[in-house]
């Protein structure tokens, strides 16, 4: 249960959505997608390019509106209570949205402003939300000016200033470095931990950053086709992924391949990820090494492991 | 009316608008230099026509004639010709517009009372042509009635009486100065170009740079959102006229006759059908050079069928009509009644209710297109 700032009113779901959907033309951007996300949780949104990541996160915050379907905020329907709810979240859209011919404190103060803080109150705010992103130095730059983690940065404390409840963050991380990425993710878990909790929805093309949070949703072709915590969709596929070291490379793969039993084959480095069906991982272990062999190709190390995210992303991807 | 985000995004405009170099100097030396290419360049006032003379008597009768031209004030005796070659050269090159030819006999005709000159003139350009014909027509008129006078004098007959004479009284701008028609109009023609060029641009930037993204994710409202992105424009455009009606009075001496506070109330109100054209442009282009275009199809109708550079009373009735759907129509008669006739409300109020409804009519419907969403 989570109490929401303006009226008291408690709500067990921070963001809940039902049922939304949005067509651009025949296209159906977003098809029946229903969310709803609890006080302090992580809820990650994945999926390939175009699989309608972001048109869901424009219609969560009301920048786009559904064909159908409604969306909660704290209790405040986004289309008819539109002020209450965009009150109670701070937004990290995909493409920079800040003012590049603004400072950094130009910038925080514009939108503390516009998102109702008053003049003795951003102050205090702005210094501290920059202290905590890391851009106390940066205060007088110009946001153009900015390197693009920086940029990212600038955007969260933005975010952030109002002391929102939910947190929506569209591909924060997409082009910015591996250290300022897990700099960032640190930012998103204190939130989450501190105080009230915060609720975050974060849409990511990377599984490293999924694995992170609480939940996870896949997204395919505007759908929602899977949703579960990190572990419970990995167990989905427990058993089924063989781990393949040896040489060379390109016949391991096309042998593994033809088999009766093995339903994909990806590479990861130096090794072989191999998905075979249900309860046919022992069926594969015998018969593979010899396969293999026959070919003139050496195994080094052959057994089955725990499916990362990565796996079970590319399973659903492919499934119809 | 007035709450702090709207502030905030008044002051946001002012300070990108005081980074931003191009927009700057587009609103600011923009309305100078039109005011003076237009100040001095745009007058319709004819002087120093070129004038080619074939003069064949050679008689202190066709020199008296001559200074009678060139005591006009309007003819420049360039040229001195002695042949018809000559002068449909100087003709065709454009050289000359005018050709001035006294036949040799011109002296001797004169004491017969019925002498001849020839006057050609290039017609090509018709207000030229029409200026240098009437003028011509005029000099040889007065010169006739004086050479009358004077034989009448020397023969001691009474000096002829003419049945009608016409006496002019010309109001509010007896010298006929043209500029004092144009800067009025200049004022008019700023606070639609600017008002609009910038309204459009400023909204349409917000969503090409993506950072109307973010702005519309917050919590204000959309009319919030709309008085603060066009005020800061309102207030410059005002203060632009300003600057051309100090510029104007000081420099070109245009009169400011009628009372300042109805000038600025005016101005209000035709600014409210530029404001609302640029916001309604916003709506509808999605890059900035687009919006450029949107609302040039608005000003260009506005400069030719509002009477700026042409009067409404020379064009074909069709055209007349079109021009009661143009607000800076109404706005040139309010603001060179004010200026130049110093007339109070009731001479102009049929306009500025006009005024009113225009504006009040384009900005509602603005207002209404416009859309605090991407889609």
Redesign the interface.
């Known amino acids: 249960m989570a109490v929401c700032p303006m009226e008291n009113i408690i709500v067990e779901y921070l963001v809940q959505a039902n049922n939304i959907s949005k067509s651009f033309g025949d296209v159906h951007a977003v098809d029946d997608v229903s969310l709803k996300i609890r006080s302090g949780e992580i809820y990650g949104l994945v999926g390939s390019d175009g699989a309608g990541k972001t048109t869901t996160m424009?219609l969560l915050?009301?920048?786009?509106?559904a064909d159908s379907g409604e969306v909660n905020i704290c209790g405040y329907d986004i289309n008819t209570q539109?002020?209450?709810a965009?009150?109670q979240?701070g937004?990290l859209?995909q493409?920079?949205?800040?003012?590049?011919?603004?400072t950094v404190m130009?910038n925080i103060?514009?939108?503390a402003?516009?998102?109702?803080l008053?003049?003795n109150e951003w102050l205090p705010r702005c210094n501290e939300i920059l202290e905590f992103v890391g851009l106390e130095k940066f205060t007088e730059r110009r946001a153009g000016l900015l390197s693009g983690g920086m940029k990212q940065k600038l955007?969260l404390a933005?975010a952030l200033v109002t002391r929102p409840k939910v947190l929506l963050l569209d591909e924060p991380t997409t082009g910015v470095d591996p250290v300022t990425r897990q700099d960032f993710w640190q930012l998103v878990i204190r939130l989450t931990t501190q105080g009230d909790g915060v609720s975050v929805i974060i849409s990511t093309p990377y599984m490293d950053e999924a694995s992170r949070c609480n939940r996870v949703g896949f997204m395919k072709a505007g759908r929602i086709i899977a949703e579960d915590t990190p572990s419970n969709l990995r167990a989905q596929l427990a058993g089924r992924i063989l781990e393949l070291r040896g040489s060379p490379l390109p016949i391991l793969r096309r042998t593994a391949r033809a088999d009766k039993d093995v339903e994909d084959v990806q590479a990861f480095g130096d090794r072989l990820h191999i998905r075979v069906g249900e309860d046919k991982a022992k069926d594969v272990l015998n018969r593979l090494p010899s396969e293999i062999r026959s070919v003139g190709g050496e195994i080094n190390d052959l057994r089955i492991i725990h499916p990362t995210l990565e796996d079970v992303f590319i399973t659903l991807s492919e499934s119809k | 009316m007035f709450n702090?985000?709207i502030y905030?995004?008044v002051r946001?405009e002012f300070?990108?608008l005081f980074?931003?170099p191009r927009t700057l100097a587009l609103a600011v030396v923009m309305p100078i230099m039109q005011l003076f290419l237009l100040g001095y360049a745009a007058t319709s006032d004819v002087r120093n026509v070129s004038l080619a003379v074939w003069d064949q008597s050679k008689t202190t009768e066709s020199r008296q004639l001559l200074d009678a031209f060139r005591a006009a004030n309007y003819f420049n005796i360039d040229y001195l010709v002695h042949s018809a070659d000559e002068y449909q050269m100087l003709i065709e090159s454009g050289d000359a517009r005018v050709a001035l030819i006294i036949p040799p006999d011109y002296a001797n005709r004169l004491l017969d009372g019925n002498a001849k000159v020839l006057m050609v003139l290039d017609g090509s350009d018709a207000s030229i042509g029409a200026t240098a014909l009437s003028t011509a027509r005029l000099v040889g008129q007065s010169y006739g009635t004086k050479v009358l006078t004077q034989q009448a004098a020397l023969s001691g007959r009474p000096a002829p009486v003419l049945p009608v004479e016409v006496r002019t009284q010309v109001w509010y701008n007896p010298d006929l100065n043209s500029s004092y028609f144009m800067i009025p109009a200049v004022i008019g023609m700023i606070l639609s170009f600017i008002t609009t060029i910038l309204t459009a641009t400023a909204i349409v930037r917000e969503r090409e740079?993506?950072?109307?993204?973010?702005?519309?994710?917050?919590?204000?409202?959309p009319w919030e959102l709309i008085v603060g992105k066009i005020l800061p424009f309102a207030i410059l455009g005002l203060i632009e006229a300003f600057e051309i009606l100090i510029i104007g009075h000081f420099w070109f001496g245009v009169p400011v006759r009628g009372s300042l506070g109805l000038i600025v109330f005016t101005s209000g109100l035709f600014l409210l059908s530029s404001l609302g054209i640029g916001l309604f442009a916003s709506t509808i282009a999605n890059t900035q050079q687009e919006a450029m275009l949107t609302v040039m199809m608005y000003n260009l109708p506005s400069i030719f069928l509002s009477g700026f550079l042409f009067p409404l009373e020379a064009m074909p009735k069709f055209l007349q009509i079109i021009s009661y759907a143009i607000p800076l129509r109404y706005f040139l008669v309010v603001i060179r009644s004010l200026l130049l006739k110093g007339v109070g409300f009731e001479a102009i109020q049929n306009e500025v209710i006009a005024l009113a409804i225009f504006g009040l009519v384009i900005m509602t419907a603005a207002a209404l297109r416009f859309r605090k969403?991407?889609?």
């Open positions: 424009r915050v009301g920048a786009l509106k539109t002020e209450n965009r009150s979240f937004y859209s493409r920079f949205s800040m003012y590049e011919d603004l130009e103060r514009f939108f402003e516009v998102r109702g008053k003049s955007g933005s | 702090s985000r905030s995004i946001k300070v990108q980074r931003d740079r993506g950072t109307i993204e973010q702005l519309i994710v917050t919590p204000i409202r969403r991407l889609d």
